[in-house]
């Protein structure tokens, strides 16, 4: 009786024998037409689900136009106006055309007959071109947080070419998963900020004499992310987690903004305006800051600082971005609506103590950052040096009240640096 039992045969899914269900016979076993059935429903779920367009959380009457979005920076960014501009009409056009895209969906999804555009419309990825402090980053961080979309920052320079020691480029995707907690469709929506870019230039005027794995070798790499492509990404990392299971992402609607400082390279525009400008004494300098060449700064400039000219390719909005002068580092520390005195007023708030501080002290918080050259940076760790006795001292200690004097301040700042 045993060893009849062990000869029946039985699903392998859910154990029923021949006697009861239907079996389906093959090389490695049988299954039964009940759980057939029910994996093929199961699959149709799944496809049926994978079709449905990705909302993005808003419609096209609540994307706001170039002008709004300009004007939604100015109360966060000083300054730039050009940047603002080229940014505002960039992210603008990107997430018009995936509005568009998903209506399109929409309408054949119910049935409604709709003549089909044959105008494909790629992406525009964006390139910030200035000295470092004067607002890059916060631009891009501030337009993703504007629009409630995934944003990941990430350094070019920690990255290699594939197979040697460093970061992965593919580990940009992995950061931008982890911000929008491994939500795939999020993700490809996003917006991802590269910075340093002009870190990786190529090292030498001829192209793969030697491997230039940190240089010319993440910028092919990044080729194709820039385009969009399908990239099977390693959710934790890449070489700490070699059996993790890869995570595939579309790049082709995250929106790329780049940044880097391009030290020098005002001297190769230049030499392209057919500007004399010889040897590297003081008067140069000034001249060549005087007459902020970075406005002319054209796709061929960055080939002859080092980019290759297919990732230029991918580049096509170039936006610079001025040295900061003294007012707008002035309005930087209380103008905007998260300014940094309105942070620190807040921090002193929430103890129970009333800041207040003197005109002079603000002007003197610029004319040190000025002096050090670290741009709008340089007023946070200024006023870091300012504040940090106060906020040492006085909670919960009763104090209600604390006035900041340019005595004060310069005694401090003269204590830290």
């Not at 959380?57 to 109360?75: F, N, Q, Y």
């Not at 209506?103 to 494909?120: L, M, N, R, Y």
């Not at 890059?136 to 993703?144: D, G, M, P, R, W």
């Not at 990786?200 to 230039?212: A, L, M, Q, V, Y």
Request: charge should be negative; proline fraction near 3%; glycine fraction near 8%.
């Amino acid at each position: 009786m045993k060893e009849n039992e062990s000869k029946r045969a039985v699903c392998a899914i859910c154990g029923q024998g021949d006697d009861h269900v239907t079996l389906i016979r093959g090389s490695l076993g049988c299954v039964c037409t009940d759980c057939v059935a029910q994996i093929n429903t199961f699959l149709l779920s799944r496809e049926e689900a994978d079709a449905k367009p990705f909302h993005l959380g808003l419609t096209t009457e609540e994307l706001m136009p170039p002008i709004a979005l300009k004007e939604a920076l100015d109360r966060y960014v000083i300054g730039q106006e050009r940047a603002k501009r080229y940014l505002s009409v960039a992210v603008y056009n990107h997430y018009k055309r995936l509005l568009s895209r998903e209506a399109e969906a929409t309408k054949q999804k119910g049935g409604k007959t709709t003549v089909e555009s044959t105008v494909e419309i790629e992406k525009s990825n964006v390139l910030f071109v200035g000295p470092t402090g004067v607002g890059k980053t916060l631009l891009a961080s501030t337009i993703a947080r504007m629009l409630k979309v995934p944003f990941a920052l990430v350094d070019a320079t920690v990255f290699t070419q594939a197979g040697y020691v460093g970061e992965d480029v593919e580990s940009i995707l992995t950061r931008l998963l982890q911000v929008a907690d491994y939500d795939v469709t999020a993700a490809e929506h996003g917006i991802i900020f590269i910075d340093e870019i002009d870190k990786i230039g190529r090292k030498g005027d001829n192209p793969s004499i030697t491997r230039d794995v940190s240089g010319e070798g993440v910028q092919q790499a990044l080729l194709k992310i820039l385009e969009g492509t399908n990239v099977n990404v390693p959710p934790q990392g890449g070489r700490k987690h070699p059996e993790q299971k890869m995570i595939s992402v579309n790049t082709r609607d995250i929106l790329f903004i780049c940044g880097g400082a391009f030290e020098g390279i005002e001297r190769i525009i230049a030499n392209r305006m057919n500007r004399n400008f010889i040897g590297y004494g003081n008067e140069e300098k000034k001249q060549l800051q005087s007459d902020n060449l970075l406005q002319y700064i054209a796709p061929q400039d960055l080939r002859a600082f080092g980019l290759i000219p297919e990732l230029v390719g991918r580049l096509p909005i170039i936006a610079n971005l001025e040295a900061l002068d003294r007012a707008a580092l002035r309005d930087i520390l209380t103008k905007p609506e998260n300014a940094i005195i309105r942070q620190y007023e807040e921090l002193f708030r929430i103890d129970g103590i009333h800041m207040t501080i003197d005109d002079a002290v603000l002007d003197y918080i610029v004319d040190k950052a000025i002096e050090f050259k670290l741009g709008a940076r340089g007023l946070r760790s200024l006023c870091e040096a300012i504040f940090m006795d106060g906020m040492y001292r006085l909670p919960q200690s009763g104090t209600t009240e604390l006035h900041i004097t340019l005595d004060y301040a310069r005694e401090q700042i003269e204590k830290n640096f």
